[in-house]
């Protein structure tokens, strides 16, 4: 699949995860994990909708939903596999269910982790001379141009009529 756009490749990667039988629920944040009595992971509640400012309920108020898993619940920010012991939160940089797990369960001391990192990238459209272009070529170069000690590297995307260029280091 060749993409134009991030949405396109996100609409494309939704059907085809709705093929395999995943729940897509798009519009809703997750705001906080369900856990069951041994404190598993069993899946995810909602935000009440329709609040005032001032914390009141307002005609078009909504109740939250919680979203019990038995395999897997994708939304807009968060995804949550459930794969025998195995639970994945992707809902991006510094997410605050991310960020409650790894302090529940004291996550980064048990593997001695690093606190997250932060990179900065660049993007750049560029046409290319089309004998030197491959329509879905992907070049990822980790690393490279930078030294040995530095984080980073570079993405080529060749895309239908130009080429999209991407390079990132770390902020350390």
């Known amino acids: 699949m060749v993409s134009e756009s991030l949405s396109q490749l996100v609409r ?4 085809k995860a709705e093929e395999l039988g995943v729940e897509i629920y798009p519009g809703f944040a997750a705001s906080e994990i369900l856990y069951d009595a041994n404190h598993n992971v069993i899946g995810i509640g ?6 005032a400012k001032d ?3 307002k005609d078009n108020f ?3 939903v919680e979203l019990r898993v038995f395999m897997s619940i994708y939304h807009i920010w968060f995804l949550m596999l459930l794969l ?3 639970t994945l939160l992707a809902e991006g940089c510094r997410g ?3 960020e409650k797990v ?7 001391e048990k593997a001695q982790a690093q606190h997250q990192t932060y990179a900065l990238g660049i993007k750049e459209v560029w046409e290319i001379d089309e004998a030197k272009h491959k329509t879905g070529t992907v070049l990822h170069t980790l690393g490279w141009p930078l030294d040995h000690r530095t984080y980073g590297g570079s993405f080529l995307y060749h895309m239908n009529d130009r080429q999209v260029f991407q390079f990132f280091r770390n902020l350390n």
């Open 46 to 51: 909602t935000n009440d909708m329709g609040i």
């Open 62 to 64: 909504q109740r939250g």
């Open 96 to 98: 605050s269910l991310s």
């Open 12 to 15: 494309w990667l939704g059907g």
């Open 102 to 108: 790894l302090r529940d369960y004291n996550l980064r």
């Open 55 to 57: 914390g009141s309920k």
């Open 84 to 86: 025998g012991r195995v």
